[in-house]
């Protein structure tokens, strides 16, 4: 059976986020890597992806084993606004999820990325959660 990507995206995974978490292909846009960076949180066991994607600078004491601890499930993403100049981006979006206690909550960032030797990282992002 063929699934749809879990990024929202209504692409095939394999053609869409599977692409960067299961085969290494490099992101090209800043919204390629927060797609995919959301689907390696959705999907779990993506931290070793979730770290490589960091930018080196701001992971601080990152572990991969940490990031790859599911503590909500995340249920939905949506794409507010995007912008690339240059070598640098944002993305800022919504994504859903249910929290250990259940309740739905809503996780809005403007997320910041940074191309460097020809990759894109996750720099960092303006973060607020709110019941959804």
Not at 59 to 71: D, H, I, M, N
Request: proline share 2%; hydrophobic share 35%; glycine share 10%.
């Amino acid at each position: 059976m063929k699934q749809l990507c879990v990024c929202g995206s209504d692409k095939l995974y394999k053609r869409c986020c599977g692409r960067f978490l299961d085969n290494g292909e490099l992101a090209k846009t800043p919204e390629q890597l927060m797609r995919s960076r959301y689907s390696a949180y959705a999907l779990g066991n993506h931290g070793d992806y979730l770290l490589r994607t960091w930018f080196p600078a701001t992971a601080g004491t990152l572990t991969a084993a940490a990031l790859s601890e599911r503590g909500q499930q995340w249920t939905r993403l949506e794409i507010l606004a995007r912008a690339q100049q240059g070598d640098k981006g944002w993305v800022e979006f919504n994504a859903w999820y249910r929290a250990a206690d259940g309740s739905e909550q809503v996780l809005h960032e403007k997320s910041v990325f940074q191309r460097s030797a020809g990759r894109w990282f996750y720099v960092g992002g303006d973060v607020s959660a709110t019941p959804g």
